[in-house]
């Protein structure tokens, strides 16, 4: 997979830790976003430690070694379907033993497929994309549920979605039973219209925290599950 931008080196302090970043430069948004934005710091409803913390669309790693540099004591899943994100995941989170990366998607099913990109920047790889796409790739999916009952986990605390698309069929795919399992939420949207039946649909079992518009189109939603929030005293 050919590069699509000039490759960055970070290194900078984090909760303590310090971080050694290799990224193509396409990636400095996403980069602000959680590392200078925080767009994924915890809300303070959520006031325990996790233990289980889940990364789909694991792009280059920003997102579990943010998490790992907070809690290094938990197990971190991040699972990315894209060969050349996947190289930077796992170079960039070598550091961590408590991150296990995974070469795969997630999805409602078990397939394989085509991943394409929609965009300019390696962020931008979709099985939604155009099929004329120059840059293309086949990839393996593998259903959520099946991959969580695999993994024997028992609960997930914190659940990260950021996958171009797919976020409907992933939660689709767990079912109630496994949200119920899941005390935090992070979603990226890709479409106003997704957003809203997302909120609507998980509505009943999580409870919107922060709802941070990117565009018109795209947003981050953070959502408590109602269980948990229920425990916090107001």
């Known amino acids: ?123 931008e790889y979709s099985i939604y994309g155009d099929p004329d796409s120059k840059i293309q790739e086949k990839i393996q999916l593998k259903r959520v549920s099946d991959e969580f009952e695999t993994r024997n986990l028992p609960h997930i605390d914190i659940l990260k979605i950021d996958t171009e698309g797919c976020e409907l069929k992933i939660l689709n795919g767990l079912g109630q039973e496994w949200l119920q399992k899941i005390s935090m939420i992070f979603l990226e949207y890709h479409h106003e219209d997704t957003g809203k039946l997302i909120c609507k649909w998980l509505d009943p079992l999580f409870e919107i925290v922060t709802h941070i518009e990117d565009s018109t189109h795209r947003g981050t939603l953070t959502l408590l599950s109602r269980s948990l929030s229920r425990e916090v005293p107001r």
């Open 1 to 123: 997979m050919p590069h699509l931008s000039e490759l960055r080196h970070v290194e900078r302090d984090c909760h303590g830790v310090k971080l050694s970043l290799t990224f193509p430069s396409s990636g400095n948004f996403v980069f602000r976003e959680i590392f200078d934005s925080e767009i994924y710091q915890l809300p303070p409803q959520y006031d325990r430690e996790p233990s289980i913390i889940v990364d789909i669309g694991g792009h280059f790693g920003f997102f579990s070694t943010y998490m790992a540099t907070q809690f290094p004591n938990a197990k971190i899943h991040s699972y990315e379907p894209v060969k050349e994100n996947f190289r930077y995941l796992t170079e960039n989170s070598a550091a961590f033993p408590n991150i296990s990366c995974h070469n795969f998607g997630i999805h409602d099913e078990t397939k394989e497929c085509m991943i394409y990109l929609t965009g300019q920047t390696e962020a």
